[in-house]
């Protein structure tokens, strides 16, 4: 075989390898996406803005450094990709979009670009498929329990807002052909980190931090309001579930929830006792009290997500027990101080 029928034949298979790209690769979702992907026999790109290693696993993993903000470096990072997974988060988290200007620009900004710059590759008529990271809490504050996805969107804070505007630029795009959508509606997420510095800045890991300081562990209600916490494990099982089973998905937006609603009074009391039993001595306290005059309204109503529509299209559901994941995390974060490399 001459070099010329083995460079074309490499090509030919290249060209049938799907290509998925993930973009905040780095982040708290999407390293465990990315680790998640990298054990399928695809074409990985892992895109961030700080260099990160590849995930072990038997996907072609390749790793770009890029400021996705740039309208030329998005293009770069996307180009030939037949999915592409949008996980960015502009730099504070939620809380950042209420005061940061450069929040709307990562949160809404960066998915104006990628739907215009996303381009069916040549020879290709199927769009690109985008999966996209939205939030439950887009639907604003919540007037019944379970939600399920039908709701009318109210969104109360800033990010809200931006995270529903992409959601919207997302599934326009889709209607008018030019990539095949889909909004996956994140619940409460938590867990341990899949990289150095993709640490996760949810109530979960915060009480977890505070208990291994000692602190007293601290609520803004009576310990009654519930949230739909989900490992981050079992996220990035449902963003590889949409992968598989796109074409019932495509054009809509779709809840991701365990469906129980855990009262945080008793997840903050799971998290002391955790923390007790991995360091060997008392847990902490858990109280009540007062909450500050900038808390949104959204934080003292309860949320269950109803995600059967989603597990009926793609077979998923959450493995990981809450006191499970509660231990992983805590033991994550405990080994982190005692060897902060």
Known sequence: MDEGTADMKKRSAMKRTPLVTVLGASGFVGSSVTRALAGRRIRLRAVARRPSAPAPGPAETTVVTADLTDRKALAEAVAGSDAVIHLLLGEGGWRAAESDPGAERVNVGVMRDLVDVLRPAP????????????????????????????????????YDRQKLAAEQLLLKATAEGRVRGISLRLPT?????????????????????????????????????????????????????????????????????????????????????????????????????????????????????????????????????????????????????????
């Open 189 to 341: 997420v938590f867990g341990e980190s899949a990289a150095p510095g993709a640490g996760d800045r949810g109530v979960v890991s915060a009480m977890a931090r505070r208990a291994l300081d000692g602190r007293t562990l601290t609520m803004w209600h009576d310990g009654t309001v519930r949230r739909d916490l989900v490992h981050v494990d079992d996220v990035a099982a449902a963003f590889t579930a949409a992968l598989s089973h796109p074409d019932s998905l495509v054009g809509g937006h779709w809840l991701i929830g365990a469906g129980r609603g855990d009262a945080l009074g008793d997840v903050f009391r799971l998290v002391a006792r955790t923390v007790a039993d991995v360091l060997g001595r008392p847990p902490v306290d858990v109280v009540s009290v007062e909450p500050p005059a900038h808390a949104p309204a959204t934080d003292f109503r309860s949320v269950t997500l109803d995600s059967a529509p989603f597990r009926a299209a793609t077979g998923w559901h959450p493995r990981i027990p809450l006191p499970e994941g509660v231990r992983r995390a805590v033991t994550a974060l405990a080994r982190e101080r005692n060897d902060p490399r």
């Open 123 to 158: 020879g290709e008529v199927t769009p690109p498929l985008v999966v996209y990271g939205g939030a439950a809490s887009q639907v604003g504050v919540p007037q019944r329990e379970p939600l399920d996805g039908t709701e009318p969107d109210r969104p109360e804070t800033a």
